[in-house]
């Protein structure tokens, strides 16, 4: 486990704002070490608004996009367009505006796939997609991947992983359904905590004021165990990065971060 590190920028746009050029930066020198970058992308507000400001960034034609594997943290089982799906929403952030390999980009399965109304089915095939693209030096049966980033809900899950859903406890398998989810839609597509685990560097963002944000980066922080704040336990092999603005970082204790980051 690597003790989690804290940056907390004024507000959600400069989080946003940073958190890519952060993400140009680690692309950009894990294609110069390893020839290729793979980058696990997640749903949700403050991961969408990170990829809108990268497609936004100059700095993104640094990045060779041929050379790079997306995967997801996790899916709303829902049919391929449905503007609830995180991929349709991070096409039309920036997938879309980018020259990416096709066959590079892993989306998980939608509910009008092969797999129809079977989500158990759909994660198996997506675990068995993660199993592949694994080398022997990853030790595993899923790639290390470069950077894995995770939005953190009010209630403290990230992926489709909620407290106390069965998901959340899973310390076997590396990608599960996910049925009656507390948040719609109910089915979902999620990896695992010990997937996620798997990731060099795991980034959380949370930012802005709508939702009670700050309390769950608060109670994540302050010890909770995986099962009943999942976030908490969502670490990376080398790094742990929380990625905050002020109104989520407003719960936690001021040594916990240091003053010059916000
Ligand atoms: O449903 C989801 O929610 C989380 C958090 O979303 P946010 O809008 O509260 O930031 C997200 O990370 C996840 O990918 C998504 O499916």
Redesign the pocket.
Known sequence: MTTPQVVVHRDKELMAQAAAARLITKIVDAQAARGSASVVL??????NGLLAALAAAPARDAIDWSRIDLWW??E?YVPADDPER?HVQAREALLDAVPLDPARVHAMPASDGPHGADVDSAAAAYAAELARAATPEDHGPVPQFDVLM?????DT????LFPEHPAARETERTVVGVHGAP?PPPT?VSLTLPAIRAAREVWLLAAGED?DKAGAVAIALGGAGGVQAPAAEAYGRSRTLWLLDRAAAAKLPSGLYPPASA
């Open positions: 997640t749903g949700g507000r403050n991961g943290g996790d709303r995180n995770l939005g953190v809900g009010p899950h990230v992926a489709s948040k979902r939702e």
